[in-house]
């Protein structure tokens, strides 16, 4: 198991997650690629994308059949601009490369947005620490898990 896996894999015991990291045979650099090989919809694809709010780190956990629309996550957040983070800002505040953020296991806690368009999916995908594993979970226990609104 890849280091950043077995780190995700430890903070998802530690908070009491139901699933496990699994290894798919390819990456999963975008919802699409990910859904065909787990065979759900990709609107059950948890997209983990770190946000630079003001110079804060911003998690937003998306469906993969969304896109962010920074001007009203700016809004909600109370924010006068929020964007996509670089790659050194993704991983100073979540300690984890882009491709593999997982929603959880930061070194510490990210704000974090959640789109309720998950809760059509009984079952739900996320990264999990590396672009070639993911984890299943749920809405309600990604909401738990970070503390998201």
């Known amino acids: ?3 950043s896996v077995a780190k995700l894999a430890r903070a998802l015991t530690e908070a009491g997650a ?6 798919l045979t390819d990456p999963a650099p975008t919802a699409v690629t990910a859904a065909e090989q787990l065979g759900c919809p990709v609107g059950a694809i948890a997209n983990s994308l770190v946000f630079n709010a ?15 629309d920074t001007a009203k996550i700016a809004a909600l957040v109370g924010a006068e601009k929020v ?3 670089d790659p050194d800002f993704v991983k100073e505040h979540s300690g984890y490369p882009i491709g593999g ?13 959640v789109d309720t368009w998950l809760d059509r999916h009984g079952q739900v ?3 999990a620490g590396h ?11 990604l909401v738990r898990l970070t503390g998201g609104t």
């Open 1 to 3: 198991m890849h280091p």
């Open 125 to 127: 995908w996320a990264a």
């Open 54 to 68: 003001d110079g804060m780190s911003l998690l937003v956990l998306t469906s993969g059949a969304h896109r962010v």
């Open 101 to 113: 953020v997982p929603p959880v296991g930061h070194p510490t806690p990210i704000p974090t947005l």
């Open 18 to 23: 139901a699933g496990e990291p699994i290894e």
């Open 83 to 85: 964007r996509r983070a």
């Open 131 to 141: 672009a070639h594993w993911v984890f299943p979970s749920t809405f309600a226990e």
